[in-house]
């Protein structure tokens, strides 16, 4: 973990543009669901970002009720960084020479299409299966935390604060 407070999520894409700033709009929706606001961070971040979110995927995730129009991609300037994640979340950009498996991080490659330029249709299709696989990761971190117990953590920080967002 992260620290005794947090579990950090990365979701990182070439542009952060599309993919990765769609999941992390849906991971913090996910997170204020499950009140998990003082207990997990989520960072986005890509490779060789854009100027701007993608129009196609404003449009679509304001017809699911989020608002991504004023967002910024960023650059992830450092790999080194990322070793300080819990989950690692890349979309379209394999970072092979950042080995998560060496730090301990949990890393996921969502092979995802890039909705850059995509018809509307297709936009859709990715918002949604991003939508499922952030939903997903949710549930792998719940199911974590059952399997976790609290004295595992000897700081009682993160694991034991989860617990109690989740009232287990």
Same mark, same amino acid.
């Not at 990365?10 to 070439?14: E, G, L, N, S």
């Not at 849906?26 to 998990?36: Q, V, Y």
């Given at each position: 973990m992260t620290s005794a407070d947090t579990i950090r999520l990365?979701?990182?894409?070439?542009h952060n543009a599309g993919r990765s700033q769609m999941a992390a709009a849906?991971?913090? $929706?996910?997170?204020?669901? $499950?009140?998990?606001e003082d207990v997990v961070e989520i960072h986005s971040g890509g490779t060789d970002p854009a100027e701007a979110v993608h129009e196609e995927v404003v449009d679509a995730m304001a017809e699911v009720g989020i608002d991504v129009a004023d967002r910024t991609p960023r650059y992830v300037a450092d790999l080194?960084?990322?070793k300080h994640t819990d989950y690692l979340v890349t979309m379209g950009c394999p970072i092979r020479k950042f080995n998560p498996a060496q730090y301990g991080v949990q890393s996921h490659e969502w092979d995802l299409a890039n909705p850059d330029g995509q018809d509307t249709q297709?936009?859709?299709e990715v918002r949604d299966e991003i939508e499922r696989r952030v939903e997903t990761l949710f549930d792998e971190l719940d199911r974590r935390v059952e399997e976790e117990p609290a004295s595992t953590d000897?700081?009682?920080?993160?694991?034991?604060?989860? $617990?109690?967002?989740l009232s287990f």
């Open positions: 990365d979701f990182i894409c070439v849906f991971a913090e $929706r996910e997170r204020a669901e $499950r009140g998990l080194e960084n990322l297709t936009v859709r000897s700081s009682g920080g993160v694991v034991t604060s989860i $617990r109690d967002a």
